[in-house]
Nanobody
């Protein structure tokens, strides 16, 4: 069962930073693509960022480009989302997803964590 576990959410003022972590107890973690999504109250869940198994390929939603950075540490089975210059519209539950391919984790992930709340105050 591929179920990652997110951590690192919290309350931060606009302009501040947070780093989210996602740990996955998966054999051969390095062979999996990882992604971050978020869901604001009353909204659909949306793609935020994704990273391939070798960390060479990364993708971002236009709304977070230049502010968020996705990275991974395969030795720790963990993927990170560094979020800088946070805005109130970044508020939501952030979910980690894991899949066997970068395309699938971006478009149709099936394996989700429970989510971590991020709240950005103005």
């Amino acid at each position: 069962q591929l179920q990652p576990v997110e951590s690192g959410g919290g309350l931060v003022q606009a302009g501040g930073s947070l780093r989210l972590s996602c740990a996955a107890s998966i054999p051969d973690f390095k062979n999996y693509a990882m992604g971050w999504f978020r869901q604001a109250p009353g909204e659909e869940r949306e793609f935020v960022a994704a990273i391939g198994w070798a960390a060479i390929n990364t993708y971002y939603a236009d709304s977070v480009k230049g502010r968020f950075t996705i990275s991974r540490d395969n030795a720790r089975n963990t993927v990170y989302l560094q979020m800088n210059s946070l805005k109130p519209e970044d508020t939501g539950v952030y979910y980690c997803a894991v899949e066997t391919s970068l395309l699938r984790v971006r478009q149709d992930p099936q394996n989700w964590g429970q989510g971590t709340q991020v709240t950005v105050s103005s």
